[in-house]
């Protein structure tokens, strides 16, 4: 054996170089199936590391487009219509973007995708009849392949990568996205399950702060809470509470974000609002238009939604309003679920805050009904023997008597003030809708531009014998009469009187002041004064009192009123 010699196979030289280079050729490709296998785990193992829903959907087109060597990547997100809901890509920078205008809404070959849930792949997009074209200023694609992504046996979105810069796509490259797209599918599930859950954590929280200040002592505009606290459970740029105004409007009661110095307090035309939808419907109503504009202009919004906001199933206080800006995402379905959530939660919190300040209240009320009942019963009537006891001593002390009787007047008008002080009580609890409260109102707007609070007295059923327009003039000419005081008379006391008896109205203020002039015309306020008596077929009379001070007398029929 050791003597044998070596021996080559009788073949050619040229078929050994032949079986030589196959064999090269075969490792090489070996090899490069390796590499390519390599880079798949490597691209699993970047979409699989990260629980930001959006990070792990940048990810996953990055890593397709790096895998199979394209130049243009894309993932479309499908909504519950079957359109494109979100769409992120890579490859073109954010000038070509602006140029572009938009981003696609589905149509064409992206739309065949996701209409029929079969990987596509092609060597030249044009020559496909399902292809629609470019709009202006978007790049030339000639290659292209789509992958279906699944979630759970549910189409979540798809791969779409085109122009692979070495060569059409292949048959390998179709079957590597499809194994990235079951482990990107797995990755956005995981992702959407902790998206879920940290979302959840943020709307207990943002729940519990609700709760916890809308029913501590401490006031605070409940509306506005909603507004601020939104923002923690979902993000959006501008939220806003929308509330009835009037039959045919709503108004911006709450704007938290850009432009809500702008919008609040804004009055908008409620048909065909969003808002005006959710209150109407009681559901969840979304606008995803990539641009909206709002007061001419000046403020543009995005993807939008509104939410009913409700103390009870019968009673929706208004509509809780998300907004993000143009170019942003919309809502996905689990956010606007969260939304709702909150609104409802929010209304039950609303309804708990108002009932335990309707509680409040009427220990208020039931506590001012109380003192007033003590003033009445007591207090009045103690000084009301006080001054009959004074008047015994006077007619006893004749040498007296003018102080003594200065102090019965005082005691007078103390008990005067005293029941004066039982009517605001006793109104105040009530409402606060009657004629004398509303005076009374308007005495405590005005006394501090007086010298010294204004003494008021009534007589006569003011409440129940006046309303309408003509309580209206009533409540106006009791202020103008009183700032005419505090501009003109320099008085050091001021007395109002209304006065109502079976056939008309009177009001009387007078001061110890300066007194009018003279021949002094009607003019200005005065004379306004003048006109409403007229209009209701009353008078007016402005004169000066002997020695100092003006009356001022006004007079209406009730039947007027």
């Not at 359109?83 to 992120?88: S, T």
């Not at 549910?154 to 390998?172: A, K, P």
């Not at 409007?249 to 005006?276: H, K, N, W, Y």
């Not at 008047?391 to 005067?416: G, K």
Request: aromatic share 4%; with cysteine.
């Amino acid at each position: 054996m050791a003597d044998d010699p070596l021996r080559f196979p009788d073949i050619s030289r040229s078929e050994l170089d032949a079986t030589i280079r196959d064999l090269i050729a075969r490792a090489e490709r070996v090899l490069a199936v390796q590499g390519r296998l390599r880079g798949l785990l490597a691209a699993m193992r970047v979409v699989s590391e990260d629980l930001d829903l959006d990070h792990v959907l940048t990810r996953i087109v990055r890593a397709a487009t790096e895998l199979v060597n394209a130049e243009y990547g894309a993932l479309g997100v499908i909504d519950d219509q079957g359109r494109l809901e979100r769409f992120i890509h890579v490859g073109m920078d954010e000038e070509r973007v602006a140029a572009i205008g938009h981003l696609p809404h589905g149509d064409g070959l992206l739309g065949a995708v996701i209409e029929s849930g079969d990987i596509i792949r092609l060597a030249h997009l044009g020559d496909d009849p399902r292809s629609v074209g470019f709009p202006e200023n978007h790049p030339p694609m000639d290659s292209f392949l789509g992958v279906p992504i699944r979630v759970r046996d549910t189409v979540f979105g798809n791969l779409y990568l085109t122009d692979r810069r070495d060569g059409g796509f292949t048959q390998e490259d179709e079957e590597l996205i499809a194994s990235l797209a079951t482990t990107a599918g797995i990755a956005i599930d995981n992702a959407r399950l902790f998206d879920r859950t940290r979302r959840q954590e943020r709307l207990s929280r943002a729940l519990s702060d609700i709760s916890a200040t809308l029913l501590s002592e401490e006031a605070t505009d409940a509306l506005a809470l909603v507004a601020d606290r939104v923002a923690l459970a979902v993000p959006a740029d501008l939220i806003t509470v929308v509330v009835p105004s009037g039959p045919d409007e709503v108004r911006v009661d709450v704007a938290r974000g850009p432009g809500s110095d702008e919008i609040v307090g804004a009055l908008f035309p409620a048909a065909g609002t969003l808002a005006d939808q959710a209150m109407t419907t009681g559901e969840v109503v979304t606008d995803s238009s990539t641009e909206r504009e709002l007061l001419d202009g000046r403020i543009r919004l995005g993807p939008t939604a509104a939410v009913p906001l409700a103390t009870s199933p019968e009673r929706r206080i208004g509509a809780l309003c998300v907004s993000r800006t143009a170019g942003r995402a919309p809502f996905t379905a689990d956010e606007l679920g969260t939304v709702a959530e909150f609104a409802r939660q929010a209304g039950v919190a609303l309804s708990l805050a108002w009932a335990r300040q309707d509680r409040q209240r009427l220990q208020v009320i039931e506590e001012r009904g109380r003192i007033a009942r003590d003033l009445h019963d007591h207090v009045i009537q103690r000084l009301f023997a006080v001054g009959l006891g004074i008047q015994v001593i006077a007619d006893a002390a004749p040498a007296h008597r003018a102080q003594l009787d200065a102090y019965v007047s005082d005691l007078d008008a103390a008990i005067a003030d005293i029941r004066m002080a039982v009517f605001a009580l006793r109104g105040s609890g009530h409402g606060g809708g009657g004629l004398r409260h509303r005076l009374l109102d308007v005495v405590t707007e005005m006394s501090p531009a007086l010298t010294t609070p204004p003494r008021v007295a009534f007589s006569g059923p003011v409440d129940l014998m006046t309303s309408g327009p003509l309580a209206d003039d009533v409540v106006a000419v009791v202020r103008e009469c009183l700032a005419n005081v505090a501009k003109h008379a320099q008085a050091e006391s001021t007395t109002l009187a209304v006065g109502v008896d079976d056939a008309r109205i009177t009001v009387t203020v007078e001061d110890d002041g300066a007194g009018v002039p003279e021949g002094a015309v009607l003019a200005g306020g005065t004379a306004n004064l003048a006109h409403r008596a007229r209009d209701h077929g009353g008078d007016f009379v402005l004169e000066r009192l002997s020695g100092r001070g003006t009356r001022a007398r006004w007079t209406a029929p009730l039947a007027a009123g």
